[in-house]
């Protein structure tokens, strides 16, 4: 028989309820103690991961309460509670209970604005944005191979046959060498200093050391990154915003403590 149990921390949700629960009515009462509605509400929305209200959830959220009642008050009695590192494990879960508990109580009584949301967005449309390349690149071993990879392209070789017979990243080499469309700073400073030096249609006319190897590059294209309209960001605007709005209070909350 497979015993129902809680996962750690299911009763930790934070999110509202659906509705509210009948305090009148215990979900099941153990051994005279009553199992309040609301533990059923909490844990039934863990348990129920998105999916519906059902009679099969409903047994599910109710017969792990048992079971957690049960072995809780087996543990009590075996005094358990009394060993450190549990009453310290118990105290810390507490703490954090209420403190996420703090945390959305401030962030819910100081929601962003429109207005906020609106100048986040001009400014991050403002700031100069780094244009994107798609390159191509033939990774070889040593600095000769490189040399003669770009001879062979002085004398009309495909940089496309090159790259599949020859680089080493066979990522980018079945590709002919094509990499994606990318920010250069994703890239190793030496390779992204050298595509920033290319025009369009461009090959790098001396081999590229990197910590890979050496690089032949050849810039395809350029573009300018499209700012995404406000309406495709907005939510990830008010969570950044939101994420600011909790680190200001942990900052000021610490401000005003005494720490030693």
Do not use: C
Not at 39 to 50: F, H, K, T, W
Not at 113 to 137: C, L
Not at 184 to 202: D, I, N, W
């Amino acid at each position: 028989m497979r015993i129902a149990l809680l996962p750690a921390l299911i009763l930790l949700t934070l999110a509202p309820l659906a509705h509210a629960a009948d305090a009148g009515k215990p979900l099941a009462v153990v051994n005279g103690k009553a199992i309040p509605a609301l533990y059923g509400e909490l844990v039934s929305r863990e348990m129920a991961q998105g999916q519906p209200d059902s009679p099969q959830l409903a047994t599910r959220v109710r017969e792990s309460l048992i079971n957690l009642e049960l072995l809780s008050h087996a543990a009590l009695g075996k005094g358990l509670d009394k060993d450190p590192r549990l009453a310290a494990a118990l105290e810390i879960r507490r703490q954090d209970v209420l403190a996420k508990a703090y945390l959305d109580d401030y962030v819910k009584a100081h929601p962003v604005s429109d207005a906020e949301i609106q100048a986040a967005y001009n400014k991050a449309k403002a700031e100069a944005v780094e244009p994107e390349y798609r390159a191509r690149h033939i990774l070889v071993k040593t600095e000769a191979e490189a040399k003669k990879i770009i001879a062979d392209l002085g004398k009309k070789a495909k940089f496309e046959d090159l790259a599949k017979k020859h680089s080493a990243d066979a990522g980018s080499a079945q590709n002919g060498g094509a990499l994606n469309w990318s920010d250069r700073r994703v890239f190793v400073p030496e390779f992204s200093a050298a595509l920033a030096g290319l025009k369009k249609g461009e090959t790098t006319p001396t081999p590229v050391k990197t910590q890979f190897g050496y690089h032949v590059i050849r810039l395809d294209d350029t573009r300018q990154p499209q700012m995404p309209p406000l309406d495709a960001v907005r939510d990830e605007i008010v969570k950044q915003m939101q994420q600011q709005r909790i680190r200001d209070v942990v900052l000021a909350e610490r401000a005003k403590a005494k720490i030693e």
